[in-house]
């Protein structure tokens, strides 16, 4: 099943991907690794760019919720990047998901499976990737969670 | 010298890899490089994960041991993704050393050395690596010290 | 025009790089990618290395300035590992920028382009590359931020 396939099955549509907020790319692609730069999660209901810290303010949930976001833009991203074909992606091989904290926070890990478990259920096995949950001290524009991936394409 | 013989003449015993906090898997290969889920330090004596944060209880010196700690626990899950052949590391290549420390922490050197001394106590001259070492406002588990690595394999 | 020629066009003279504060090499390369270890900016006039923490102290405008500086010793770390010959860079892949950021720092991007600028004027089209800009707890000996990359070469 082709990727798009799986995507329309989930109910799953990507978001627009912002404009970089400095003087980088969205994907810069060598041999044959495509390696994404950070992105922040999507506006939120109120078109407005979520903010805050985990532990401190955003519970885990939203912060799952805002992983999965992130997620998203990330495949939007990966698509651009592709020329718009997904079924390029070979497989998912490293993600380091950084979550905005409090000094006391200590579950990274599933806020920043909410980005894991989309790659999965988007790319079914070959999403299954290496992967680090870290705190912050902060975030550009404040936002909760911003993830970095390098996939590997065909 | 085979590196199982190395890690015998150093009476280095690997630790049990405990599983994934998350939706992920400790390695993945893409070519001939080896990238390594970022991993914490073994259970202490008292079989309980160690936490703390530089610069606010823990000492540069149990930092630097839990860090070498961290550094077997990556020896060991390579050796898993390796089918248990440690002979085919061709060399370490980049490791990121994040710190839970204070804001005034200043010493992620002198930590992160641990692990980086060990690699290349085990694998020689092929163990010298590019390196980060950083300060994370906070990390999963409250645990003192996250590295991740990546590894060329043949 | 080759990178030599260019830098003197921009009257940019590259700083000495340091020894490694720690047990590992300023770069590694494996296959046609380099990675670099994680910089600090150069000493200041006054002969000491830049401390502070951006959103307690420095202003953007100096960590832009720091970061630029930053900048400045990975390409001179760059052209070590390159044996002298710039123009062995094919292109940089991926920059991680860490700013030593207070807990409500939000202004990241802008002080990480410093080196994402200097890298687009030094290597033009080819100098533009993946990032990602965030805030840590904390970094070595103070410095405002470090920034660690990976370039492709020939």
């Given at each position: 099943m082709?990727?798009?396939?799986?995507l329309?099955d989930?109910?799953?549509a990507?978001?627009q991907?912002?404009?970089?907020?400095?003087?980088?790319?969205?994907?810069?692609q060598?041999?044959?690794l495509?390696?994404?730069?950070?992105k922040?999660p999507p506006?939120?209901?109120?078109?407005r760019?979520?903010?805050?810290?985990l532990?401190?303010?955003?519970?885990?949930?939203d912060?799952?919720?805002?992983?999965?976001?992130v997620?998203?833009?990330?495949?939007?991203?990966?698509?651009?990047?592709?020329?718009?074909?997904?079924?390029?992606?070979?497989?998912?091989?490293?993600?380091l998901?950084?979550?905005?904290?409090?000094?006391?926070f200590?579950?990274?890990p599933k806020?920043?499976?909410g980005?894991?478990?989309?790659?999965?259920?988007v790319?079914?096995?070959?999403?299954?990737?290496?992967?680090?949950?870290?705190?912050?001290s902060?975030?550009?524009?404040?936002i909760p969670?911003?993830?970095?991936v390098?996939?590997?394409?065909?």
């Open positions: 082709s990727v798009e396939q799986r329309k989930l109910r799953i990507l978001p991907v912002g404009g970089p907020l400095g003087n980088y790319v969205h994907a810069k060598v041999g044959n495509l390696y994404l730069s950070g922040g506006d939120g209901s109120d078109g760019m979520p903010k805050g810290k532990g401190a303010g955003v519970s885990i949930e912060g799952y919720r805002h992983a999965r976001g997620g998203l833009v990330l495949i939007a991203a990966i698509k651009d990047a592709l020329g718009g074909d997904l079924d390029r992606v070979e497989g998912v091989v490293k993600v998901g950084m979550v905005n904290a409090a000094p006391d200590e579950d990274h806020v920043i499976n980005c894991s478990d989309l790659f999965v259920e790319f079914g096995e070959h999403g299954r990737h290496a992967r680090s949950a870290v705190g912050m902060s975030l550009p524009g404040g969670v911003e993830i970095e390098i996939v590997a394409i065909r």
